[in-house]
């Protein structure tokens, strides 16, 4: 595919100012989150602390989405995100204002982040069903493709710069630049123009109020099998195969013996192929069910193969394109997810895609790190990716019945075909050996067809109704009259049909279907010889 494919979502006006002011929250949203954790950990030296602060944040998504999802299929979502992005902003000066003077200390830090948590939970289905009209429909794995990718490279800057302000001036600084961040996604909302957006009739009254609320979306998920298989999926793969912050810090502390260094080496080359996962699926012309099943195949061997290897470096080989995955999957989940459920319901489908990921993240994180240390981080890996395996396998094959067994058909066409045609030139090639010189082979399979007819056969054609035949009518001109049905020709009639000017271009043309062979006394319907 042409570079150009791979941004064609920038085509579109409204998504590349909305790309932009993306990108500057992102490193503004990492910034902070770098400042956070590194002011938790000076304050109380505590690791424990710092991940109950991550807690705080990712907890209200389980509670709240359902909810944001609610309110984005029946709220306008424009002036909900700028309320949104305003309150963004002030729980960042917040924490600005905490870091320079120290009012409130940890108990005003986690009460920030909580609702920090909370009012992303709230926003994060209302962005999300509003950035899809951004773009028309085939432009939407696209999209999202890039939004990934905006996402990725925005954390490895934000982390990269956060790490040097941190460093040189205190985590104070970095609370203020997220805050003015924000500035941009609101200036990006006034900027789109509200006649270019799609989504038919929603694009311009921001999606009529949907009935229902949250118990409507469950129904309606209960009644999408296909993309309940997908979320379970997604789910699985989420779990047990995308928490390596847990698995990368065990295997580098235990068997690697890479220490600090070793996992900084890994998160760089983690982070390297989550940037390279979006840009194969920013080429992809479209992310359809078989990239989700074939990236979750290979994502799970790959992280068998992670749990064999024996050195750092190969262990960050593997990583690569197992990040890369990640983002596949990641994306096309998202996709379909909203390409393949109403417009009305798009908010409460993305909010349990937020919980699902919530989830995922909540449950698989303590299982990794409890299996790591009681059965070990490799014997962690190989049991992990053997469980995402067979349970991708499991959804392949779910997928495909559910979708009307499309990869059965084509795999019985693609093997039928080829076997048929050797079949079909020997059957050619032994009539031509066989067939009498001088005679059609028709004539030679009616007389041994007269031959073996069985006693009845002459009773069961008694009793059948002929068709009245005319005078001076042929049979092969009656409706419904099969060529060469009935008696066989004489050789008169064979001889006149050869001799037929009229019919001359038109004989031998047809050719049997059992022996491939063109039949020599073909002719027009109506023709006089016949």
């Not at 928490?243 to 502390?253: G, P, R």
Request: proline fraction near 5%.
């Amino acid at each position: 595919m042409a570079l150009g494919a791979t941004f064609a979502a920038l085509r579109h006006r409204n998504y590349r100012i909305w790309a932009a002011a993306g990108f500057v929250s992102v490193i503004g949203t990492w910034m902070q989150v770098l400042g956070v954790n590194w002011f938790v950990l000076a304050e109380t030296g505590s690791a424990t602390s710092m991940g109950f602060t991550v807690l705080l944040q990712a907890l209200p998504t389980l509670v709240l989405s359902v909810w944001g999802g609610a309110l984005a299929d029946r709220v306008p979502a424009k002036p909900l995100l700028i309320g949104a992005q305003a309150a963004h902003a002030l729980l960042a000066a917040g924490l600005a204002v905490v870091a320079v003077t120290g009012a409130g200390g940890l108990p005003a830090i986690y009460a920030i982040s909580l609702a920090t948590g909370a009012v992303s939970a709230i926003e994060g289905p209302v962005m999300g069903r509003w950035a899809s009209t951004l773009v028309d429909r085939e432009s939407l794995g696209n999209a999202l493709a890039l939004g990934s990718l905006t996402n990725s490279a925005g954390r490895i800057l934000g982390m990269s710069l956060g790490a040097v302000v941190v460093a040189a001036v205190g985590p104070a600084l970095l609370f203020a630049a997220n805050a003015a961040s924000f500035v941009a996604v609101v200036v990006a909302l006034f900027a789109v123009r509200e006649g270019e957006r799609h989504g038919g009739a929603a694009a311009t009254a921001d999606a009529a109020p949907a009935d229902g609320g949250i118990r409507a979306g469950f129904r309606y998920l209960l009644g999408q099998p296909v993309v309940l298989v997908a979320l379970a999926l997604s789910f699985v793969l989420g779990s047990l195969g995308r928490n390596y912050q847990v698995t990368m810090a065990a295997m580098s502390d235990g068997p690697l013996h890479g220490g600090a260094s070793g996992y900084g080496l890994l998160s760089t080359v983690f982070a390297v192929g989550t940037v390279l996962g979006a840009l194969f699926a920013a080429r992809r012309a479209e992310l359809g069910y078989a990239v989700l099943v074939g990236a979750g195949l290979l994502a799970s061997g790959l992280q068998i193969v992670a749990g064999l290897a024996p050195g750092t470096l190969s262990f960050a080989a593997v990583i690569l394109p197992v990040a890369a995955a990640a983002v596949v999957i990641d994306t096309t989940v998202g996709a379909r997810a909203q390409l393949d459920t109403d417009y009305a319901m798009r908010g409460r489908v993305l909010a349990a895609l937020a919980v699902t990921g919530s989830v995922s993240a909540a449950v698989g994180a303590p299982l990794l790190g409890w299996l790591a240390e009681h059965v070990g981080p490799r014997q962690t890996l190989v049991l992990a990716g053997t469980v995402t395996a067979v349970a991708t396998a499991a959804a392949g094959v779910a997928l495909d019945r559910l979708r009307e067994r499309r990869l059965a058909h084509r795999l019985t066409r693609v093997l039928a075909v080829p076997a048929a045609r050797p079949v079909r030139r020997v059957a050619a090639t032994a009539a031509r050996v066989v067939r009498p010189a001088g005679a059609g082979l028709v004539a030679a399979t009616a007389g041994a067809a007269r031959v073996v007819r069985p006693a009845g056969a002459g009773l069961a054609a008694a009793t059948l109704p002929r068709p009245a035949v005319p005078a001076g009518a042929s049979p092969v001109a009656l409706p419904g009259a099969r060529r060469g049905a009935g008696r066989v020709r004489s050789s008169r009639a064979a001889r006149a049909a050869q001799d037929c000017a009229g019919c001359a271009p038109h004989r031998g043309r047809h050719r049997s279907r059992w022996t491939g062979l063109r039949s020599p006394f073909a002719h027009r319907d109506g023709c006089p010889a016949a």
